[in-house]
């Protein structure tokens, strides 16, 4: 039976699909504005916007000149969306899936977006040694438990002080289990910012580094500004 890659098991986190393409396309609104998007066959929501991901998108709340990390793109809508939020910042979209790149990118040029790039890659591999306001990401579940809790221990490495990662999921996917990996082992609070159709939202946030006069005081940079 086809999978939301319409692979019918082959992994949309291959770096190249094997399956034969069959493009499609899809519009959906947001923030008033219609994108419009190329879809395929071995990418992730080959044939619709998927639930989690929408549910991340409408719980993005980006300021204007974040730096934005879309990691697992697929197709780019939530690298397009942010990209739109964000008009003086700017946003990175990363895949292992070379088709799925190309997509997003074709994708970017379809919402005249200016202020995104797509790169290849594994997790991280693509940003090695930058960081960002906010790591947006609805993982490869499929890929296993391992692969998951490897991205989750390194997104800190790659948030700005204060940044946040936010991550969607829904429990048969583990999302509890990964909620609570992060409540143990995260340096910052937890919480969870979205829920919807069996997903929720969960928003990692890096705790910031305190000021010199911060330290001498006891406080931290956010306890002074609250």
Do not use: C
């Not at 396309?25 to 947001?30: S, V």
């Not at 939020?85 to 040029?109: C, F, I, Y």
């Not at 937890?190 to 969960?202: D, K, Q, T």
Request: hydrophobic share 40%; aromatic share 6%.
């Amino acid at each position: 039976m086809p999978d939301r890659d319409g692979t019918g098991g082959e992994s949309y986190f291959a770096e190249r699909p094997r399956v034969r393409s069959q493009r499609s396309e899809l519009r959906f609104l947001y923030r008033g504005e219609l994108l419009t998007f190329a879809l395929d066959r071995g990418v992730f929501a080959a044939r619709e916007l998927d639930p989690g991901t929408a549910l991340l998108i409408e719980h993005l709340r980006l300021r204007p000149t974040d730096r934005v990390l879309d990691l697992g793109t697929g197709w780019g809508p939530i690298g397009v969306a942010a990209a739109k939020a964000v008009p003086k910042g700017t946003v990175v979209l990363t895949d292992v899936n070379r088709r799925a790149a190309r997509l997003a990118q074709e994708n970017l040029e379809r919402n005249r977006v200016r202020n995104a790039e797509v790169r290849v890659g594994s997790l991280f591999a693509p940003v090695d040694g930058e960081t960002f306001d906010v790591i947006a990401t609805n993982p490869p579940y499929r890929a296993g438990r391992e692969v998951i809790l490897d991205l989750l221990a390194r997104a800190g490495a790659h948030l700005a002080p204060d940044g946040r990662l936010l991550l969607v999921g829904k429990g048969t996917q583990g999302i509890r289990y990964y909620q609570e990996w992060l409540a143990e082992h995260w340096d910052g609070p937890i919480e969870v910012v979205g829920r919807g159709s069996g997903y929720r939202v969960l928003e990692a946030r890096r705790r910031p580094v305190p000021s010199k006069r911060a330290s001498r005081t006891g406080g931290t940079a956010r306890g002074r500004s609250a």
